[in-house]
């Protein structure tokens, strides 16, 4: 069983930066795929970021390739979602999510998720 806390949204101007932090309790971390997925207005959670349980191994929806960076600290049961060059289209609710010794893009591949955290990016 993981649990899972996402903290360090807020609100921003476009072209900001935020770095989104997720807490996980459990003593196997190093053994769960990270991802981020974000939820717009009216709209389904998409995935945005993974990083494997395996090799570290990075992912990156084509929206945020080259603005956002996913890393982990197995030590501190971390992940974190460096976000630079915000825009508007990027506001939505945060989550973070965990598998179990698998790696996915799919959202229907998570076992586990937070609660989100809110990032609003204006204009």
């Known amino acids: 069983q993981v649990q899972l806390a996402e903290s360090g949204g807020g609100a921003v101007q476009a072209g900001g930066s935020l770095r989104l932090s997720c807490a996980a309790s459990?003593?196997?971390?190093?053994?769960?795929?990270m991802g981020w997925f974000r939820q717009g207005p009216g709209k389904e959670r998409e995935f945005v970021a993974a990083?494997?349980?395996?090799?570290?191994?990075?992912y990156y929806a084509d929206s945020v390739k080259g603005r956002f960076t996913i890393s982990r600290d197995n030590a501190r049961n971390r992940v974190y979602l460096q976000m630079n060059s915000l825009k508007p289209e990027d506001t939505a609710v945060y989550y973070c999510?965990?598998?179990?010794?698998?790696?996915?893009?799919?959202?229907?591949?998570?076992?586990?998720w937070g609660q989100g955290t809110q990032v609003t990016v204006s204009s």
């Open positions: 999510a965990a598998v179990f010794r698998s790696t996915t893009m799919s959202r229907r591949g998570y076992d586990y």
């Open positions: 459990g003593r196997t971390f190093s053994s769960y795929t």
């Open positions: 990083i494997s349980w395996s090799d570290s191994y990075t």
